[in-house]
């Protein structure tokens, strides 16, 4: 008999231009479990507007980032692809996992402490509860298996804590999910400061590269990559920005290590540089080419997303109606 597939969830924050962080480090890898998994694959606009955000740009985001998981290779027949605000429970069960979260769990996130010095004059309630957010649109769906950047990996360790203190509160609930990282790709780090993670929101354009920008700005950006002052091209302690770019090169090219050293032995940092902007380009270029076709067809979008909203309204419904029952609500 064929076993029942498991499940998986994710999503990206259309919070801005998708980088190369997060097609590595999330979208690239979702599109190999498309086949093995049952896979539920979210545009989180809840969790962007913990943020500002100008309202035209969220939403003109939201169509982008389904059509860049789609312009991927995410299959929307094969895969639930929809808009958290789309399904109302993600709310409300984020209300009722809240009342299962510590003040003291919620302190301790680094992103949340990270975010809060970014965004000193917006400390808002929901960038605080973020994680609460979070774990109730894995738990929602019983995912199994969560594909996260190493980013997020803290986010996720609560969420298993929130469903298992629930479940040892009634009685089994939730699929305490697992988490899912894919060796290459797990951090890509910001071209301008190698030791800082590659964010979408980076302030400075040249330190990010966008899964959507232009041959010319994706080379020239490479180009510009903050390095070191040795010459040599090789993996090693300390040399951030090379290390940072050997692995993107890796990722793309499904080269090792070893091998990329030695295709650029006896070459400057340059040459190597060069080479990355192009493959990057080079690879990302069929991806933008669907993007464009797709975001030409708004309506069929809309049906993806409708279509995606349904599938995923079902299958919450349930979650949250056991979960009220073993709470003590009135189901009516
Ligand atoms: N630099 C990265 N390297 C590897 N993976 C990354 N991800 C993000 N940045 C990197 C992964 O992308 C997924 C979606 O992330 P998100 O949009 O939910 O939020 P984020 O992690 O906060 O991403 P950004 O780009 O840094 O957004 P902003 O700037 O808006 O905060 C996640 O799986 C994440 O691990």
Known sequence: MEQQKKTIFSGVQPSGNL??????????????????YN???????????????????????????????????????KNTLFVQSHVPAHAVLAWDLGCYTMFGELSRMTQFKDKS??????????????????AADILLYQADLVPVGQDQRQHLELARDIATRFNNSYSDTFTVPEGYIAKTGMKIMSLAEPTKKMSKSDANPNASVGILDSRDDIIRKFRRAVTDSDTVVRYAEGKDGINNLMSIYSCFTGKDFEAIEREFEGKGYGDFKLAVGETVADCLAPLREKFDALMKDKKYLEDVMKNGAERANYIARKTISKVHRKIGYVGL
């Open 39 to 77: 896979c539920i694959y979210c545009v989180v606009d809840m969790h962007a507007i913990t943020v500002r955000q100008v309202p035209a740009e969220l939403r003109a985001r939201t169509y982008e980032t389904l059509a860049v998981y789609m312009a991927a290779g995410l299959d929307p027949e």
């Open 117 to 134: 010095l970014k965004h000193a004059d917006n400390i808002n309630a929901g960038l605080f509860t973020y994680p609460v957010l979070m």
């Open 19 to 36: 980088t190369i962080g997060n097609y590595l480090g999330a979208i690239k890898n979702w599109t190999a479990l498309q086949d093995e």
